[in-house]
Structures are given as structure tokens and as C-alpha cells.
């Protein structure tokens, strides 16, 4: 069973990175993917070994963005593709039965996705959010009922969750919605207490 929180790490170095991912795992978080954009891929593979331990120590699940090499070569959890990534038939090839997730940012994005076999996908953006250089169309709260609705007309049944900009408030009301979960970044790395977030009134494991 997957998660229900993902923590998308932020940072510019990789102490910026450990320090947030460290925060989020004292948190209570269980989920990490490791977005670490625009560097050296010895770099990228140096921070993920120490962050797959750091994970290891926590007994929380490791994902890399992007890196379907890096996270081959280190052995991984998984990965998450963008739209414009290698394929998850390519990936699937060299990750078997690793996790593959995939971004989305509409209901023909999320078909494609379950066509290519993900295992989970993150539908966004809910909202503005910073993080992302080029932000797709945002769906708000509008879109995601409109999506998930026309999912569960069409009987699929995989995980979405929600992206983008999320704030705790949001969290109950994309339940409603149908998301399977949440994947956040700022909302964990600038909170005061994170923690508040993995207590069972905010986030319903069901």
C-alpha cells in the first residue's frame, strides 16, 4: 500500500536537501522522492546514496525524480516521471517491479498514464506553486472533481495525488474530491511543526 503523503524534497545543495528530507522523516513522513533538478548526475547519485540511507534508517520509501539510471544503479524504490521524460516502458525495463509514478496534468495525461502502466499518479497543479519552472494549466478544486469523476466513471482504479501548491487546509477537501493522496514540498520544508501533518485528524489513512 502506498503512502498517503509524499514529501518532495527541496534544496539547492545537497546539505539544503538532507536537512529538509531529515525534517520531514522526523516528521513522521514515510514517502520521499528526491527532486534535485539541473545538476551533475555524479551529484545527483552522490545525494541519493545518502538519502536512500538516511530513508533505510526510517523505513521510508525512496523515490528519485527524474533519474531512472541513478535510481537502477543504487537499487531504489522507484521513480517519478515527468511528461516529457524517458518512457515507463524504458524505465520499466531497466526498474522491473520498482515503483513507477507519473505526472499528469489532465484527465488524457492520466488516461496515458494508466495505459503506460504507472503505479501511481500525481495530478496537478492544484494551485501557483513556485517549485516548478513551467507550471501547467491549474486545476483547482474544480478540476480534480471533474477528473477523478470522469476516472471513476471509466472503473480505473490507481492512486492519484493530488500536486502543487497545497496547503493543510486543502488536504480534507481533495479527499472529498477522490485524490488517493497528497504530495507536497513547501508545506512540509517551511512548516514550524510538520508533524501536525501525519497525525490521523489531517491526513484519513483509508
Known sequence: MLEKIQYISQGDSPEQQLANISKALDAGCKWIQLRYKNKAIEEVQTLAKMVQKICRAYDATFIINDHVQVASEIN????????????????????????????????????????????????????????????????????????????????????????????????????QAGVYGVAVSGLITHHKNPEILFKPKEICNH
Open 76 to 175: 531504489a524504490d522507484g521513480v517519478h516521471l515527468g511528461l516529457d521524460d524517458i518512457s515507463v516502458m524504458e524505465a520499466r525495463i531497466l526498474l522491473k517491479d520498482k515503483i513507477i509514478g507519473g505526472t499528469a496534468n489532465s484527465l488524457k495525461d492520466v488516461l496515458q498514464r494508466v495505459n503506460e502502466k504507472c503505479d501511481y499518479i500525481g495530478l496537478g497543479p492544484f494551485r501557483f506553486t513556485t517549485t516548478k519552472e513551467k507550471l501547467s494549466p491549474v486545476l483547482g478544486i474544480e478540476g480534480y472533481q471533474e477528473i477523478l469523476k470522469e476516472v471513476k466513471n471509466r472503473n480505473i482504479d490507481i492512486p492519484i495525488y493530488a500536486i502543487g501548491g497545497i496547503e493543510i487546509e486543502d488536504v480534507e477537501k481533495l479527499e
